[in-house]
Every structure is written in C-alpha cells, then in structure tokens.
C-alpha cells in the first residue's frame, strides 16, 4: 500500500526558510522510473508545481522558484525533502507531496493529504 | 515558459456529458493528465497519459488529446462528479498544471 505523509511547521514568519518532509512507505525511490514531487495549492486557487526528485537523484525546480527551492532524497529513511528559503505571505498554501510512479508517463498517482504552511508575522 | 490553458467553469446537467478542455502548444505531442479535487481532499487522477483510466476510476471518465487541445469527458454526470478538474503536462524538465476547471452538476 503506498502512502505519502508531509510533515513540518504550520507557522513560518517572513524571510524564515520552510523544511518540508514527505515520508513514504509501500515504493522504493531507487525503482527506476519513480520520483516524487512537491505540489502546493494556496487557499482557493490553483495547484502550483514546485520540485520533483527522480531515482537517480536528479532534480528538477519550477522555472520561478528554482532559486528559493531545493529538493533531497534520504532513500534509507523513504523520505523527500523541501526547503524553500526567504519565505513570503503570498507562499501560504497546502503543500502536497506525491509520487510519479513511471518517468515518461509524467502524472501523479498517489498523494499525500497535504500540509498547510501560513506565512505570518 | 509553457502554458496550459483550462476554462474557468464548467456547468452541466445530471446524466449529461461534461467536457472540460485543455490548450496547450502541440500538447497532442505531450502525454497530457487529468486530476479530480473535491473540497478539502487531495487530487486523484483520474486519466494518464492522454487517455487512460487508472483502477478504481469508473468508465464514465475518459480522455483524448490531439493537436493543442486535451479533453476530458464525463460520461452520465453524476452529483458526486462536482469537483475541481486540473490537467497536467511535462514540458522542458518541468510540470505544468492548468489553472482548473470548476465543474457544476447542476
């Protein structure tokens, strides 16, 4: 059974740096062709693509955040982490983890239940 | 950077079929994917690559993609179909989502 959990502050204060974990269970990050993604979705609007993590450790960042993000992989813990520096009211959103499970195919088929980040002083 | 354009709103009647579209430059030559969101839950996809229907996910959904435009069509609309619907793609080593569709089953 797969499952995907975000984990992290429910409250940073602007310019702070935001660590996000996914931890997951029921796949291997070295199967080839799996990688995991961070999503966001502030309140009431669209979902936003921030990073993605392949099996072979290569990463990739939305092209308008690619400076403020980094993504890792702790295979031996199954875990996916996000940091997102100088942080920014307009950055309050859920943020979601979720796994792509065939490189090439390119979707999502599992999801986490997501974690909701405010940004407040 | 690319663009994947979705209208807004989508409205329809029970028992009809909904389509809901997808724009995007030469997205025929892109897998293209289909997300279901109802409030306060996470996405489920509900199409893969272009047109595939993942288990679990009734036949009444279905998908095609050709030239710019993707479409996602619901089939015998059903209340519990009312949800948000996002399509997604891969263009030059990153994601793109539409910006959603609402649909109302009126």
């Known amino acids: 059974q797969v499952t995907l959990r975000e984990s992290g502050p429910a409250l940073v204060k602007p310019t702070q740096t935001l660590t996000l974990t996914c931890t997951f269970s029921g796949f291997s990050l070295n199967t080839t062709g799996v990688c995991v993604s961070w999503i966001r979705q502030p309140p009431g609007k669209a979902l936003e693509w921030l990073a993605l993590i392949d099996w072979d450790g290569e990463k990739y960042y939305s092209t308008s955040l690619k400076t403020r993000l980094t993504i890792s992989k702790d295979t031996s813990k199954n875990q996916v982490v996000l940091t997102m520096t100088n942080m920014d009211p307009v950055d309050t959103a859920t943020y979601y983890c979720?796994?792509?499970?065939?490189?090439?195919?390119?979707?999502?088929?599992?999801w986490g239940q997501g974690t909701l980040v405010t940004v407040s002083s | 950077s690319y663009e994947l354009t979705q209208p807004p709103s989508v409205s329809v009647s029970p028992g009809q079929i909904a389509s809901i579209t997808c724009s995007g430059d030469?997205?025929?030559?892109?897998?293209a994917c289909w997300y279901q969101q109802k409030p306060g839950q996470s996405p489920v996809v509900v199409i893969y690559e272009d047109g595939k229907r993942p288990s679990g996910i009734p036949e009444r959904f279905s998908g095609s993609n050709s030239g710019n435009t993707a479409t996602l069509a619901i089939s015998e609309t059903q209340a519990m179909d009312e949800a948000d619907y996002y399509c997604q793609a891969w263009d030059s080593s990153t994601v793109v989502f539409g910006g959603g569709t609402k649909l109302t089953v009126l």
């Open positions: 030469k997205l025929g030559e892109k897998y």
């Open positions: 979720a796994r792509m499970p065939n490189w090439g195919s390119w979707d999502f088929d599992y």
